[in-house]
């Protein structure tokens, strides 16, 4: 997998059948709510069917950061945008793998959330998405991969 210039959505391809639209960098009339990429879920099964039903998650957002080092205020960020309209799940794609202190933020935003179902904030790294691509070339669901990182969190975040 090689980044282009230009923005792109991730390709439904990645995340399986039901997930439509992949809308860059989508705006509200308050323009400080601006979207990098959103999906409409549409899935009727697996994953994302129980995000939906779980989470609240009509609509699935992907926050891109062009950047090899998250930091904590990108997660912040993703955290207040998730919530009751656009559900209590997302994701923050970048460059690299999250550092423990990111995962303890990830961990903090879980806990501190003062509804359920709590905020869960997933990061997908370059290696993730090749992994997806391999995945995907190899004729299996790459979403399985995606499943596996939200077991991992659920499991460690208890």
């Known amino acids: 997998w090689k980044p282009t210039r230009t923005r792109r959505a ?22 400080t709510e601006g979207r990098d990429c959103l999906y ?7 994953l994302w069917k129980y995000v939906r039903d779980t989470y609240g998650s009509p609509l699935v957002r992907f926050e891109c950061k ?3 080092d998250l930091e904590l205020d990108h997660i912040n960020q993703t955290a207040t945008y998730l919530g009751a ?8 794609t970048t460059r690299s793998r999250q550092t423990d202190a990111i995962t303890r933020k990830l961990y903090s935003v ?4 003062p509804a359920m179902p709590r905020k869960v ?13 391999e995945i995907r070339a190899d004729g299996q669901s790459p979403v399985a991969h995606v499943q596996r990182l939200y077991r991992s969190f659920r499991s460690k975040v208890q």
């Open 66 to 68: 062009n950047t090899a």
């Open 40 to 46: 409409v879920n549409e899935a009727e099964h697996y």
């Open 110 to 113: 879980w806990n501190d959330s």
């Open 85 to 92: 309209r656009l559900g209590q799940l997302g994701f923050v």
């Open 121 to 133: 904030i997933l990061i997908l790294s370059d290696a993730d998405l090749a992994q997806m691509i």
């Open 10 to 31: 991730p390709r439904t391809v990645l995340f399986g059948g039901g997930m439509t639209g992949g809308e860059q960098e989508v705006r509200r009339y308050i323009v």
